[in-house]
């Protein structure tokens, strides 16, 4: 019945890269830290402590500057030094400042959409941190909303949805996460793209059944997906 | 012309009790590095490293607790001990965990104005820990609209106003701070009052003229300010 009429798009990893900056961020904690014990147990440990602190913190660079400090001080075993400490901090400064590297073709994608649709960000992670990266990104005037969500899951999928006026068959969301842009919106009857990027948080995996599959679309690139638009879901939205 | 139709609450010391945490903790955070510095060199370090990380970090408690632990990094001298630094990081953990404390006659005041005007919460900090503590506060549901925001400035409400579609006549702000929750909105032609809270962070301290305190209403106690509304803002209002 309804035809699509809002398309949100998440923005690390989507619209901007993201993840390899964390990476690049854990790779130097790991040189800086090889005095203290091995890359195993580092790594290990990083990926404990910042399980359990993502209930705490939340998503964001703040809080995994938190997590690689507290890492940090459990594997040092008190010979941990403050000028350590200094690093680690001046690490996360210059990932909250560092430039917008946006996906290839975006601002092509976003230029065509938005004459046609009407366009969201919805992304979860620090606010002022986002704020600051849809602001470095220029890609603000695209948007008529930008949710910024401390979690991306049905509920709080329910809630914007509900705060816009928009129907879940009218919405679809575009991201590279399973567990944060496809599955709950699929699971609220929306209509979900996948743009899976080269590397995804670990604590982002989930595994998905060849059945599941069918229930969204994957494109290997965000330039694929204003072409494909109208023969799969405009005439869906018709019949 | 207008009659006030939004009231809008700051939520950390006008709602709940938040200033006297950030106090406790920083006084066990003296204690802690007293075999490093003396209390002078802490405080004024404390305080630099807080100004120069507001913009990069934002507010809230993982920003507070990054720039204790620079600040320890700093006065410590390459002698801050890794368990040092694990116990600064459990002391922010718990303060995200700290109970609410509502401030007297909250609930009072809340369900008396919500049955004559839309009650929204605005405040600042990071997402995760206001809706946290707004949870926690059982508060939510006196409320039509939640706003967190990054920065309480003409900007962020002119935003807030726009997108709820509030004229800043129609509009009042409480809070207990002059510089994000009164002269803003005064800038902007809205109402506001000033519950001052016992302390204020140094942050957000600003100094005003007599003159200017004409243009809001100060209060020594959320609990006047239901039966002041009718004489000075609706009366006003009918003009």
Not at 64 to 74: D, G, M, R, V
Not at 75 to 100: F, H, N, Y
Not at 184 to 212: K, R, Y
Request: hydrophobic share 45%; charged share 25%; glycine share 6%.
């Amino acid at each position: 019945m309804e035809r699509i009429r809002v398309i949100a798009f998440d923005a690390d990893d989507t619209l901007w890269v993201n993840e390899p900056i964390f990476r690049g961020v854990k790779a130097e904690f790991m040189t800086l830290l090889e005095k203290y014990a091995d890359a195993k147990t580092i790594q290990e440990r990083l990926l404990a402590v910042e399980r359990e602190n993502i209930g705490v913190f939340g998503y964001g660079v703040k809080g995994f500057l938190l997590s690689l400090i507290e890492t940090a001080a459990q594997v040092s075993q008190e010979r941990l030094s403050g000028a350590d400490i200094q690093k680690l901090i001046a690490l996360g400064k210059e990932m909250l400042a560092s430039p917008v590297e946006l996906m290839d073709g975006v601002e092509a994608v976003l230029e065509d959409l938005c004459r046609r649709y009407s366009l969201m960000i919805i992304t979860k992670g620090d606010l002022l941190d986002q704020e600051s990266k849809i602001a470095r990104s220029k890609l603000a005037p695209y948007f008529d909303k930008i949710e910024i969500l401390s979690e991306k899951d049905e509920t709080a999928y329910d809630r914007v949805l509900s705060t816009h006026g928009v129907g879940p068959r009218e919405f679809m969301m575009v991201g590279n996460s399973l567990r944060s842009d496809v599955l709950p919106v699929v699971n609220l009857g929306g209509h979900a793209v996948h743009v899976p990027f080269a590397t995804t948080w670990a604590h982002e995996q989930v595994a998905v059944s060849a059945m599941d599959q069918s229930l969204w679309l994957t494109l290997s690139h965000l330039g694929e997906l204003p072409p494909c638009l109208p023969q799969r879901f405009s005439l869906a939205g018709k019949s």
